[in-house]
């Protein structure tokens, strides 16, 4: 009963910005760690940020300073604000979560949302 739901993706010039937005809904007790992932076409889908349920943060390389990750624990959401968006970055973008849910607390399971498409290009 427990979904992942992305949101804020879309079509944005090089330099740009968007916040993307993934709320987790239903029968959830706990959310642990939270993230990001992209898939380019053609590559396998890689990490760009994850955060902690206490905010510590960690992102690869290729988007140090230009994204940041949040969440918004009593809204069960984790945002990525990106910044400075290059082509190169054009990908699905999906969420993850370690979530444990009502009736079997201290199971945690990692969901996937479905995915937003960002594209960057003039």
């Known amino acids: 009963q427990v979904q992942l739901v992305e949101s804020g993706g879309g079509l944005v010039q090089p330099g740009g910005s968007l916040r993307l937005s993934c709320a987790a809904s239903?029968?959830?007790?706990?959310?642990?760690?939270m993230g990001w992932y992209r898939q380019a076409p053609g590559k396998q889908r890689e990490l760009v940020a994850a955060i902690t349920k206490g905010g510590s943060t960690n992102y690869s390389d290729s988007v140090k300073g230009r994204f940041t990750i949040s969440r918004d624990n009593a809204k069960n959401t984790v945002y990525l604000h990106m910044n400075s968006l290059k082509p190169e970055y054009t990908a699905v973008y999906l969420c993850?979560?370690?979530?444990?849910?009502?009736?079997?607390?201290?199971?945690?399971?990692?969901?996937w949302g479905q995915g937003t498409q960002v594209t960057v290009s003039s």
């Open positions: 239903g029968s959830i007790f706990s959310i642990n760690a």
């Open positions: 993850n979560a370690d979530i444990s849910s009502r009736g079997l607390e201290h199971y945690y399971k990692v969901y």
